[in-house]
């Protein structure tokens, strides 16, 4: 890839383009879960692995059952 097409991201530009808190952008960088790059005293992430990070967070139907609960049936509803 030519260096002319990569895309760098300050820490502020990628927490925002996840739409979430640079705290928890430093948590995934911290976990391994989003490549970052340090530069003397500054990070920076490439656009390209923030697109991909976003590709692996999609959540596959049927896996959200734990969130909500089954319906509450009254012994009432049955009269």
């Known amino acids: 890839m030519p260096s002319n097409d990569l895309r760098w991201f300050s820490t502020a530009e990628a927490a925002k383009r996840l739409g979430i808190t640079p705290r928890t952008l430093y948590r ?19 656009q390209d692995e923030v697109d991909a990070f976003i590709d692996t967070c999609r959540i596959e139907p049927g896996t959200l059952e734990h969130l909500y609960p089954e319906p509450v049936h009254h012994a009432k509803d049955d009269d």
Not at 28 to 46: H, M, N, S, T, W
Request: charged share 30%.
């Open 28 to 46: 995934f960088i911290d976990e391994g879960q989003l490549p970052a790059y340090r530069f003397g005293r500054v990070i920076r992430l490439k």
